[in-house]
């Protein structure tokens, strides 16, 4: 069975079982990405960040090819899908992979789950200013800009002392983010329309991007390697659970709820995060950064309509051609 074509309210037509299913993946795919900055952070401890990305893509694409094979399914033929694909690869898994491996080597992995939270801000700008696949109320500009406030909070420009790996390392978790706003309105405006289904679309994204890190594997996975049971576990959690099964998940959550809604998952993901990187790391937090959390969060849900301000009927100020 194929991925229906996104339309605004495609999922209010569904019966309570298959709503059922996709709040079921949704919330599957949200405690595994938020395990997977834990994940992480501990592979950290016996690899670089180079060989974190790449076993992260190459194990989440064999899972997939597994998965794909199972479901029979055949993969489109036409070229132009494969390009769409092939930019989808880069914004959904080469680029962000490597920005928060990166990343983790300074900020803690709850505090990269919270700049992860950030993804649905992207995602409305994204999809309203560049993409146009979707229009945003009085609510959702708050929401937005709201959003980037915490992000600020979070970043404190006014502690100038700590301008090195901290900040640079918040800044790569920013670039993920925008990264993955990019991709999930990217794949609602140019992939969609091609019915490619969940599965199929999950396989081709990982698998092309695991093709690009196999090529630049004398760049970013060579080095010295130091195996523990931890990190091994870690590696295969992120790499089958984390890029493999969670992205058949979320690709069934996009067919049916649209980029932006599929996007709250990051409400899940710095909450998990945050556990657990303080009860299994004993990571601490300046005061900053859950204020900021917090404005981010609210700013999400303002942005998604969860929220809305008291200034009478709402009317979209965007609108998609």
């Known amino acids: 069975m194929s991925a229906p074509v996104i339309s605004p309210g495609r999922d209010e037509k569904h019966d309570h079982s298959s709503s059922l299913g996709t709040t079921l993946r949704f919330a599957g795919a949200g405690l595994v990405w938020g395990s ?32 794909f094979a199972l479901s029979r399914r055949r993969l489109p033929r036409q070229p132009i899908v494969w390009a769409h694909f092939t930019v989808l690869a880069f914004l959904f898994a080469v680029i962000p992979y490597l920005l928060f491996a990166w ?12 700049y992860n939270a950030t993804t649905p801000i992207m995602t409305a700008i994204f999809a309203t200013l560049v993409f146009r696949v979707e229009k945003l109320t009085r609510s959702q500009i708050a929401g937005v800009t709201l959003g ?81 049971l931890p990190v091994v576990a870690s590696l295969l959690a992120v790499g089958v659970l984390g890029t493999g099964l969670a992205y058949v998940w ?18 899940i993901t710095p909450v998990v995060g945050v556990i657990l990187g303080a009860v299994i790391l004993k990571e601490t ?32 100020l965007s609108r998609p051609q």
């Not at 980029?259 to 990051?266: A, K, L, W």
């Not at 900021?292 to 008291?310: F, H, N, S």
Request: some cysteine; charged content about 10%; hydrophobic content about 50%.
């Open 36 to 67: 997977s900055f834990l994940f992480m952070k501990v592979a950290l401890d016996g690899v670089s960040f180079g060989q974190v990305a790449w076993t992260r893509a190459v194990l989440g694409a064999l899972t997939l090819i597994v998965v």
């Open 148 to 228: 980037i406030f915490g992000v600020l909070v979070i970043i404190s420009p006014w502690q100038a002392g700590d301008i090195s790996g901290s900040l640079l390392g918040q800044l790569a978790c920013l670039g993920a983010a925008v990264c993955y706003g990019a991709a999930m309105s990217y794949q609602r405006r140019f992939v969609a329309p091609y019915r490619v289904a969940g599965v199929t679309s999950a396989t081709m994204t990982i698998g092309l991007a695991a093709v690009v890190y196999l090529i630049l594997t004398p760049v970013v996975a060579t080095g010295p390697v130091t195996l523990t």
């Open 250 to 267: 979320n690709y069934r959550v996009l067919a049916e709820w649209g980029p932006t809604r599929t996007s709250t998952v990051t409400y």
């Open 103 to 114: 990343a983790e080597q300074y900020v803690s992995s709850g505090l990269a789950s919270i």
């Open 285 to 316: 937090m300046s005061w900053h950064e859950p204020v900021g959390a917090v404005l981010v969060l609210i700013g999400v849900l303002l942005a998604q309509g969860r929220l809305k301000l008291p200034l009478g009927k709402e009317r979209a």
